[in-house]
Nanobody, 127 residues
């Protein structure tokens, strides 16, 4: 079965940067969308970025221009580079995999949550 594991979270000052990683194991399908979600205490889940097996990318308006999703050369790990962090970015960040979807559209994940998630990594941004 596919497993996901996030890493790279931490505590930074506003304006700083973090690079999150999500390692996948047990996945052999041809197509996927890997989605980054975040959730703060008392708030609803928000999809912030998506990257497809074909290289397409999408971002929520709240992070556009500051966050960048990417894949490593072996395509077993995806990353989320987070620059110019703000206190409102403080949340638990999760990766999730949507297997077999033809197109990776950011708007899809406003209402749909893939079934396989990692355990999450905490990001805290202080002012």
């Amino acid at each position: 079965q596919v497993r996901l594991m996030e890493s790279g979270g931490g505590s930074v000052q506003a304006g700083g940067s973090l690079r999150l990683s999500c390692a996948a194991s047990g996945y052999t399908h041809n197509a996927y969308c890997m989605v980054w979600f975040r959730q703060s205490s008392g708030q609803e889940r928000e999809a912030v970025a998506v990257i497809g097996s074909d290289g397409t990318r999408g971002y929520a308006n709240s992070v556009k221009g500051r966050f960048t999703a990417s894949k490593d050369n072996g395509e077993d790990t995806v990353h989320l580079q987070m620059d110019n962090l703000k206190p409102e970015d403080t949340a638990m960040y999760y990766c999730a995999i949507d297997i077999g979807r033809r197109r990776c559209l950011m708007s899809t994940y406003d209402t749909y949550a893939p079934g396989v998630w990692g355990q999450g990594t905490q990001v805290t941004v202080s002012s």
